[in-house]
């Protein structure tokens, strides 16, 4: 909670300085400002908060009366203050000042008309414009939504966003991630992959997008695995939308399961989900693993050195193990100890040969 303070009172600093800015912008610094509004809709709701405070408080204890700073905090107590020259008196009637209610209406339109000028109808008509969030190797990101749900990137991945008032729709494009949704029992939160539909309402799950298929793991609540049929190799029905497969399944709290690319669900006979979430810590958890899937993982978080298998056949060594993700070489160091297998290290890269 108080890192989320931290990063609240941040967002409000910033949004009282575009506001300051764009009193006297240049081009590129408006260019700049429509930038960071179509970052995060919560950037939109911060600034349209601090317009609205500003012209409040021009026709409030013109006279300065009263302690501005606690009027701040009565209206909008995430509004940062910046210094600046003081308000002078107007002629303004004090009914004005008694009636400040009034502007409540007026003046959020005014902000949400001034935020169109510049481009932005998209974003304030309930955010339908599309955003993408990505993380390069080794990245991880944490990402909150305008309903407080909580999105936790994992190293190599990308997700887009449909949220507005009806519906929040998440498209998990490639890699992993973490989802802690807010509940709304009127807009369900559906993550969609190329294989796999999962539905939610308040919980907490894991969705990863792999080479063989879709892994869901559910550390809180229940949610709903609807499977795409040949998701993998792109099928569509002639809607042109991905042909569902019409059975589904529930997974509760601890449960596990993998769907395919030919649209079937296979649970984990004996899941272990803070297993599957230990990359949080950057931590890589195998269990008689391949040792293909180990250097697909680790080459998730790693530029440098690179893992590569030569003439190794799939599905042939098998191990298990925890590893710190950053670090290759202590599998490399493992695989050494192997007598049919010979590792050689040069320019960036770490080969795994059969010998």
Not at 156 to 172: G, P
Not at 180 to 200: E, G, L, Q, W
Request: aromatic fraction near 6%.
């Amino acid at each position: 909670m108080k890192l989320q303070r931290q990063i609240d009172r941040l967002l409000a600093q910033r949004a009282s300085e575009w506001h300051e800015i764009l009193k006297d912008a240049t081009d590129s610094q408006r260019a700049a400002f429509v930038a960071w509004l179509k970052q995060s809709p919560l950037h939109v709701q911060e600034y349209l908060e601090t317009v609205y405070t500003d012209q409040v408080l021009k026709h409030v204890d013109q006279e300065r009366l009263e302690d501005v700073d606690a009027l701040i905090a009565q209206i909008a107590p995430s509004v940062v203050a910046l210094d600046q020259e003081p308000l002078m008196p107007s002629r303004q009637s004090k009914r004005e000042g008694t009636h400040w209610k009034r502007w409540r209406v007026g003046l959020g339109a005014a902000a949400g008309l001034a935020l169109c000028v510049l481009g932005l109808p998209l974003i304030v008509k309930h955010f339908e414009a599309k955003q993408e969030y990505a993380t390069a190797l080794g990245e991880q990101r944490t990402i909150q939504l305008a309903d407080s749900s909580i999105v936790t990137l994992n190293a190599d991945s990308r997700i887009e966003l449909h949220v507005n008032h009806a519906h929040r729709d998440i498209h998990l494009v490639r890699g992993e991630a973490l989802f802690r949704v807010a509940h709304d029992s009127r807009r369900p939160f559906t993550v969609s992959t190329k294989t796999a539909v999962v539905t939610a309402v308040g919980t907490q799950f894991n969705v990863y997008e792999r080479p063989n298929g879709t892994q869901v793991s559910v550390l809180e609540g229940r949610v709903k695995i609807t499977p795409i049929a040949n998701g993998s190799n792109g099928a569509k029905s002639g809607a042109g939308t991905p042909k569902i497969v019409p059975a589904t399944e529930d997974l509760s709290a601890g449960q596990e399961a993998q769907v395919t690319p030919d649209g079937v669900i296979k649970r984990n006979a004996k899941p272990d989900v803070t297993k599957t979430v230990a990359w949080r810590e950057r931590r890589l958890i195998f269990d008689n693993a391949p040792l293909e899937d180990m250097v697909y993982e680790f080459n998730r978080y790693n530029q440098s050195p690179r893992l590569l298998l030569d003439g190794v056949p799939p599905g042939s060594h098998h191990y298990n193990g925890i590893f710190d993700a950053a670090d290759p070489d202590s599998l490399a160091a493992l695989l050494s100890k192997e007598p049919d297998l010979i590792v050689e290290r040069r320019d960036g890269e770490i080969t795994i040969r059969k010998r």
